[in-house]
């Protein structure tokens, strides 16, 4: 199986109804335009009803903060616990849908249900995109998403990870490098190596049997 993979916080709710959250191992992007995901839930599942009743969910990512609330909403039934109560989380307002995002994570997805395909365990619930809530204080100075900032986890294995530093970006492989100023020397370009020089023992001469 592919892992790492996010645990993310999923929220939902019913008119009348004490609105639940569900933990989910098996989310992803699956499409940029127009912006889609996916979640997989198992029937049995309280929010599984929910969520296919309402057409709608809300995708709040987990940081480390919150990460014994995922594990605790994973391990919980939304019939018999208030979820937003137990674990001290406040229920934030929408924009595009009637169920309450997370007023603690980081970044909340409120997302309209396409379509769902049954597979086996789990049925995948397949859905648009409507409104991305970041907050204000995980944005930098260009106005881009800061993850580190975040301090998101991912899920391998039943076991959290706090992501690690990083090591790239997209296309970084292959992009120019910048051109050295007038005066400065250009790097040297043939490789060095840390490994010493092999030796072998001189023959001696004459004749060898």
Request: aromatic share 8%.
């Amino acid at each position: 199986m592919l892992y790492p993979i996010p645990a993310v916080m999923v929220s939902c709710g019913r008119e009348g109804e004490t609105p639940n959250i569900i933990t989910v191992a098996w989310a992803g992007n699956i499409c940029s335009s127009p912006a889609m995901l996916s979640i997989s839930v198992r029937k049995e599942r309280h929010s599984y009803d929910i969520i296919k009743e309402t057409g709608e969910f809300i995708v709040n990512l987990t940081s480390r903060e919150l990460t014994r609330a995922a594990d605790w909403c994973g391990v919980r039934s939304g019939r018999d616990y208030d979820k937003f109560k137990e674990m001290g989380l406040t229920p934030q307002k929408s924009t595009k849908v009637s169920c309450p995002g997370i007023a603690e994570s980081p970044v909340n997805i409120e997302c309209k249900v396409h379509s769902v395909v049954e597979l086996g365990s789990h049925d995948m619930f397949i859905a648009e995109v409507l409104c991305v809530t970041v907050d204000d204080r995980f944005m930098d100075d260009k106005g881009r998403f800061d993850l580190g900032a975040a301090d998101l986890v991912a899920y391998s294995h039943g076991e959290y990870f706090a992501l690690g530093e990083k090591i790239g970006k997209f296309g970084y492989s292959v992009a120019k490098k910048p051109a050295a100023k007038k005066g400065e020397k250009k790097p040297s370009s043939k490789k060095t190596s840390a490994k010493k020089p092999t030796t072998y023992p001189k023959k001696k001469k004459g004749n060898t049997k």
